[in-house]
């Protein structure tokens, strides 16, 4: 039996992620597991930045956020350019858990490092535009590392989208055919 990925990313999140705020969406409609999440910093009262949706931040406070996904990879409605790294896979074999527990290494990585980076952002007057880089050969790295340790696990998670009828649904087609009797 597998497990499902939503869940398994949530309880890894749960126990891995407590430094930075976060949240998972499994939207069915574009058949995605999406991650966001939340650098937050104190920052000079009289400091602003504008984001590329020309959002501006509040006094004293910077919220950086990004987002990371996992999606059905005959999904065209992900466009990969538009996350921090979109990870296709084949929702009928699934993806190893081991790769799951190497992402989100590197997305705590990552995370813990933004603070640092957009401080330094900040501080420094030459740079116009910030953003988060993800590895892929980092991930690789950890990928590899845990397999030579034997801490890869093989088993496979995977993912529904699609949605389950409704107990009411189900007994209409059992007793009538699909027919509802008014």
């Given at each position: ?45 009289e ?52 790769y ?22 900040l ?20 990928i ?23 107990l ?11 027919m509802?009797?008014?």
């Open positions: 039996m597998s497990l499902d990925l939503g869940s398994y990313i949530y309880k890894n999140m749960l126990k891995k992620a407590t430094y930075y705020q976060w949240k998972i969406i499994v939207d069915r409609s574009k058949r995605a597991i999406e991650i966001y999440f939340t650098i937050s910093l104190d920052i000079p009262d400091q602003f930045v504008q984001d590329a949706n020309a959002k501006v931040n509040e006094a004293g406070q910077l919220n950086f956020e990004e987002v990371v996904c996992f999606y059905d990879e005959a999904n065209n409605k992900i466009v990969p350019k538009n996350y921090l790294v979109a990870v296709p896979l084949n929702i009928n074999t699934g993806i190893e858990q081991g799951v527990d190497a992402f989100i290494k590197q997305l705590n990585i990552i995370a813990s490092n933004a603070n640092g980076q957009i401080r330094e952002y501080t420094d007057e030459t740079q116009s535009e910030f953003s988060l880089v993800w590895n892929e050969q980092n991930m690789e790295n950890t590899h590392t845990m397999k030579e340790t034997k801490n890869y696990l093989t088993e496979t998670l995977t993912i529904e989208f699609e949605e389950k009828a409704s009411i649904d189900q007994f209409k087609e059992e007793h009538d055919g699909g509802e009797r008014i």
